[in-house]
């Protein structure tokens, strides 16, 4: 069982560039979350996906965010034309279907300068 | 508002005695806690949980204790030790979605 991974773990970019972060689940996990954390804050909800279907996403997610799950493994988070307000650490994780326990991938830290 | 509260920022104990982190909630709908650990440049990382049907929930130094009532829970680390010394955040959830909400978290430092 390899864990929840992300990629990259680190992104740097300017105001107004596109970014894409991936997240690869755990393989047997149906459910998957993403979160975005802020210095001093928790972790928030963003959005989450079972299987390929993405069945909620967070006010927090600006019509800038897009995410995906095309086949009901990986996913990809998306943010268009990033602000300094962007800055954060996004987390994905994941579950089982019908279970409480979420596992963390280690994180995606953007900065955007 | 915070639906989940952490209202110590940080703690600091010594090693070998017990750490006592607390946590507070106001959503009623909550019917699962959790506390994750995390370290810095990492993910959270599962620790121990409870459902709003127990009060009280042990594994090995971790006991979770759920007063409902209150709306209050905490984790107690006994003994404490130095590997311990992590930011612990308390997590909540309710409903289909099973999405948690997350405490600010505690800074946990646990001094040899």
């Known amino acids: 069982d390899t864990g929840v991974s992300q990629d990259p773990r680190h992104k740097i970019t300017k105001r107004g560039q596109n970014v894409t972060f991936r997240c690869d689940p755990i393989s047997e996990h149906n459910r998957l979350y993403w979160y975005r954390q802020t210095l001093g804050q928790g972790p928030e909800f963003l959005t989450y996906?079972?299987?390929?279907?993405?069945?909620?996403k967070s006010r927090l997610l600006s019509d800038r965010f897009s995410a995906e799950r095309p086949k009901g493994s990986f996913s990809t988070l998306e943010i268009q034309r990033t602000e300094q307000g962007d800055s954060a650490m996004y987390l994905c994780a994941s579950s089982p279907v019908a279970a409480y326990t979420q596992y963390f991938g280690p994180g995606t830290r953007l900065t955007v300068l | 508002d915070q639906q989940v509260k952490q209202n110590s920022p940080s703690l600091s104990v010594q090693e070998g005695r017990i750490s006592i982190l607390n946590c507070d909630y106001t959503n009623s709908m909550f019917d699962y806690f959790l506390w994750y650990k995390k370290y810095p440049a990492e993910g959270p990382t599962f620790l121990i949980s409870i459902s709003s049907i127990k009060d009280k929930n042990e594994d090995g130094r971790f006991t979770v204790f759920l007063n409902k009532s209150a709306k209050h829970l905490s984790l107690h680390i006994v003994p404490s030790q130095p590997g311990d010394s992590a930011v612990y955040f308390c997590a909540a959830s309710g409903g289909s979605n099973y999405k948690l909400t997350f405490g600010k978290g505690t800074l946990l430092t646990v001094n040899p």
């Open positions: 996906f079972q299987n390929e279907a993405q069945l909620e």
